[in-house]
Nanobody, 123 residues
Framework: VQLQASGGGLVQSGGSLRLSCAVSGITFRMYSMAWFRQAPGKEREFVLS????????DYADSAKGRFTVSRDNAKNTVYLQMNSLKPEDTAVYSCAARYGPQTFPLPSDWYYWGQGTQVTVSS
């Protein structure tokens, strides 16, 4: 199983980034997907998740109104659109997959993980 996150980089405060996570080795349409992030010195935290079909999503309060998750089951890819970025969004962003519902914000509930992509927001 491979989850390959990409799209991170350096952006100014107020800017936007779109992250992608390409998945292989599993039947993608049967897995919920999530994005987590981990800032230096902090624990990994839930950002948002999306159900197998994409009809249900869950967002952390920090992501509501600024971030959007979507998926393309034909391309085995999940996306994270981040707008109005703030310096406190700086972190390594990782995608994760679990078989079943998406409503599980704990990292331990997610089976497969990607390596992460660095997002740095300058003030």
């Amino acid at each position: 199983v491979q989850l390959q996150a990409s799209g991170g980089g350096l952006v100014q405060s107020g800017g936007s980034l779109r992250l992608s996570c390409a998945v292989s080795g599993i039947t993608f349409r049967m897995y919920s997907m999530a994005w987590f992030r981990q800032a230096p010195g902090k624990e990994r935290e839930f950002v948002l998740s999306i159900s197998q079909s994409g009809d249900r999503t869950d967002y952390a309060d920090s992501a509501k109104g600024r971030f959007t998750v979507s998926r393309d089951n034909a391309k085995n890819t999940v996306y994270l659109q981040m707008n109005s970025l703030k310096p406190e969004d700086t972190a390594v962003y990782s995608c994760a997959a679990r078989y079943g519902p998406q409503t599980f914000p704990l990292p331990s509930d997610w089976y497969y993980w990607g390596q992460g992509t660095q997002v740095t927001v300058s003030s």
